[in-house]
């Protein structure tokens, strides 16, 4: 099935073709394009509009936040009345249409070369009331959602419905232990089913039995009314522990279809501190970091399991490195055993589908612990210079994002002020009749119509920069969430599976070489929360295996 087009709108007038502070040809192309876009039945994501710059310029606000749109998939197609409306340079024109757009998989469509006189008109204008009650009501859902009031039709296990306010979360005294038992025992490292089965033994009711229990009503369901591992496991992903409101996570396909259908949850709807949690942010980044990274590592023949086994991936092909022992006889008789990992590309078809990219255990434990040291020393130094430098590492990619966005505001403002004083203006020529009453009506409709599409673009401007401030102030969260963490190991001495899962997303190994009589192999640490942060302390991320190869 063929994807979706979420279409970008992109429209431009130069200051040569306007008229009087009309923009008539914008005007004319959104008209045009939006209705091309209904008809076909597309998703229309934005209307991207530069009043007033010239088509050799290509630092235009509006046409590169287009562009950032593009790389963040935000916009998988571009909607243009031709082509002399992205711009007039056709080298760079045609770098965009034939390099970049396809790179990116977004597909150019010109209006022109492809609007077709015979095109069937859709019965789309007679389903707009349906359509439009159904958006109201949404819309409606959604400013409650975002404003952190409760909509489900029953309370989370652990709270109770507020008697004087429906849509608030208050603490059920009866259920709240249970949670943070739950909570507390996965983080022991039990898994969901021994979990549930201790409830179950213990005659703790579910869930869905204690609401019904409450309501004094049967379950309708048929089940058998005990704790399941899925139970558990959504316990443990739901956010309202934290005092966190997400809801949206689901929803109709449409209007005319009902069937709920699961959002991406980029489309969910969080509201944050709506409540009295139950569980401590650590408590709960702990346990997401177990759950999130578990895995039914190979045990070796031996029966033990490798250190890093999920860990690593190849710097080249990007396939996981596998773990091997070797065993070596002593002098004395007695058994030498080393680990060592080699990228499961080269271990599966050989050297002309990868390199080995090998690294002994032992030496990549001393370095992840060095590592995982010197940024927990570094951390208990200066904890907020530390979380103030990554977030400024994390910041720069967004800056010129926000930058468009402000400056495309901008534009908007200053264009509805000129309309403001028009309209002021015709108001003017009316009463001395200078402009006809039949005139002014029509003049007054444009300005009015122009005017209002600048607003909304504006709101739309500022609700985007509002969500990009919103992921600045989650990235800080993290940010302080990995300073908490990883401050206790500034004396790491060992290293076991569970602080590698807590503290590590992954780590990167790059092929070695042989720098003076000895093997160095370059990695790249990856924390949870922040990433590769090698820069911070100045590291390279080097290994140096002995001269004995022990890795390989």
């Not at 562009?67 to 197609?77: M, S, W, Y």
């Not at 399941?228 to 309202?240: A, F, P, Q, R, Y």
């Not at 065993?327 to 390199?355: F, I, L, Q």
């Not at 500034?490 to 807590?502: A, G, I, V």
């Amino acid at each position: 099935m063929a994807k979706q087009k979420e279409v970008g709108v992109y429209v431009r007038l130069s200051k040569e073709d306007s008229r009087a502070g009309e923009s008539v040809s914008i005007e004319n192309q959104k008209l045009m394009l939006v209705k091309h876009v209904k008809e076909m039945g597309w998703e229309l994501k934005e209307i991207y509009q530069d009043d007033g710059f010239s088509g050799t310029n290509q630092n235009r606000p509006a046409f590169q936040r287009m562009i950032a749109d593009v790389k963040q998939g935000f916009i998988n197609a571009i909607l243009i009345k031709d082509l002399s409306r992205l711009g007039r340079n056709y080298l760079e024109v045609g770098n965009l249409a034939e390099v970049f757009l396809p790179e990116h998989g977004c597909e150019l469509i010109s209006l022109n070369e492809k609007l077709d006189d015979m095109m069937v008109f859709r019965n789309w204008f007679n389903e707009q009331h349906s359509k439009t009650t159904s958006s109201k009501v949404r819309a409606a859902r959604r400013i409650c959602a975002e404003n952190g009031k409760f909509l489900g039709t029953y309370a989370p296990y652990g709270y109770r419905k507020d008697p004087a306010n429906r849509h608030r979360l208050v603490i059920d005294d009866a259920t709240a232990p249970i949670i943070s038992r739950i909570f507390e025992s996965r983080a022991a490292g039990k898994s969901y089913r021994a979990i549930a089965i201790e409830l179950n033994n213990e005659g703790i009711v579910s869930p869905r039995e204690y609401y019904y229990q409450g309501k004094d009503r049967q379950n309708p369901c048929k089940t058998n009314g005990l704790w399941s591992e899925t139970s558990v496991k959504d316990i443990m992903k739901n956010e309202v522990y934290i005092g966190n409101t997400v809801q949206g996570k689901a929803g109709t396909i449409s209007y005319k279809n009902h069937k709920q259908v699961g959002k991406p949850e980029e489309e969910w709807i969080r509201a944050e501190a709506t409540h009295e949690p139950l569980i401590n942010r650590g408590l709960w980044d702990r346990v997401q970091s177990l759950s999130q990274r578990q895995y039914k590592p190979r045990l070796r023949n031996d029966g033990e399991a490798n250190l890093f086994t999920g860990l690593l991936y190849c710097s080249d092909c990007g396939f996981k490195l596998r773990g091997q022992i070797e065993r070596r006889k002593r002098k004395d008789g007695s058994e030498r055993k080393s680990v060592s990992y080699m990228c499961g590309t080269y271990a599966h078809s050989g050297k002309d589908a990868c390199t080995i990219h090998g690294i002994s255990e032992k030496a990549l434990t001393e370095l992840v612990i060095t590592h995982i040291r010197t940024h927990a020393q570094m951390v208990d130094c200066d904890e907020a210079r530390i979380i103030e430098e990554i977030l400024f590492a994390q910041g720069k990619d967004s800056m010129s994002y926000r930058s468009a966005f402000t400056k495309e505001t901008e534009a908007h403002k200053k264009q509805i002020a000129k309309l403001d004083l028009l309209i002021e203006s015709l108001y003017e020529d009316r009463v001395t009749g200078l402009v006809p009453e039949s005139m002014f009506k029509r003049q007054v409709q444009k300005y009015e119509r122009d005017r209002a599409d600048r607003l909304a673009s504006v709101k739309a401007l500022e609700q985007r920069m509002g969500k990009l401030l919103r992921n600045a102030d989650n990235a800080s969260t993290q940010a302080v969430a990995w300073a908490a963490m990883i401050k206790p190991y500034s004396k790491l001495e060992t290293l076991d599976t569970e602080t590698l899962l807590l503290l590590i997303d992954r780590i990167i190994v790059h092929e070695a070489q042989i720098i003076g009589g000895k093997r160095v192999c370059d990695i790249q640490i990856f924390y949870n929360y922040v990433g590769d942060i090698n820069w911070l302390s100045g590291t390279e991320g080097e290994a140096v295996a002995d001269c004995e190869r022990e890795a390989i």
